[in-house]
T-cell receptor, first 113, second 115 residues
């Protein structure tokens, strides 16, 4: 199945600083999804990227899908304490897998006020 | 929309007890539901894929006799941890999907502690 590497594992920033997490695959992906999990909470779907080179924005969040569809990034501009949590990328396992996802290792974001 | 309810949210029980966790899609019909296990500060590990009316598909290394999954309807899947032991203590999360390759909608999770 599809595998995806996500870095960094941890990121500590001061409020107002930017943050980026990256996901990389050795194979071409059909699409990639991003989720956020607040401490003690459950993952919440943020976005799905499908097209090569796609860039999507949600307020201070910018999502990119690489031209080769092998990597993706999530960038947060001017972080706020409400951005705290773990950000996961997830890719479809492929084949007849009924849409099951393989999650990246996640990046735990801490924002210091 | 796309609300998934998971119950109970917290379970503490003695070793040897069987625990049932329910996952319901409240406002949509889910063709597929997934069960995950998550350890602190780690990623989600898929345990099994559950389709209504058919047997669950378990991931490699997951004991199907230990983790019984029943998907009785398009809105309900249950996970039963049979004869639970302390090593089964974890955070279990379900998710539901309307169609393949669509986003997954997660329940709030169940924190299971076996004494």
């Amino acid at each position: 199945g599809q595998q995806v590497m996500q870095i960094p594992q941890y990121q500590h920033v001061q409020e107002g600083e930017d943050f980026t997490t990256y996901c990389n695959s050795s194979t071409t992906l059909s699409n990639i999804q991003w989720y956020k999990q607040r401490p003690g909470g459950h993952p919440v779907f943020l976005i799905q990227l499908v097209k090569s080179g796609e860039v999507k924005k949600q307020k201070r969040l910018t999502f990119q899908f690489g031209e080769a569809k092998k990597n993706s990034s999530l960038h947060i501009t001017a972080t706020q304490t409400t951005d705290v949590g773990t950000y996961f990328c997830a890719v479809n396992a492929g084949g007849t897998s009924y849409g099951k996802l393989t999650f990246g290792q996640g990046t735990i974001l801490t924002v210091h006020p | 929309g796309a609300v998934v309810s998971q119950h109970p949210s917290w379970v503490i029980c003695k070793s040897g007890t069987s625990v049932k966790i329910e996952c319901r899609s409240l406002d949509f019909q889910a063709t597929t539901m997934f069960w995950y296990r998550q350890f602190p500060k780690q990623s989600l590990m898929l345990m099994a894929t559950s389709n209504e009316g058919s047997k669950a598909t378990y991931e490699q290394g997951v004991e199907k006799d230990k983790f019984l999954i029943n998907h009785a309807s398009l809105t309900l899947s249950t996970l039963t941890v049979t004869s639970a032991h302390p090593e089964d203590s974890s955070f279990y999360i379900c998710s539901a999907q309307v169609r393949q390759h669509q986003p997954q909608h997660f329940g709030d999770g169940t924190r299971l502690s076996i004494l």
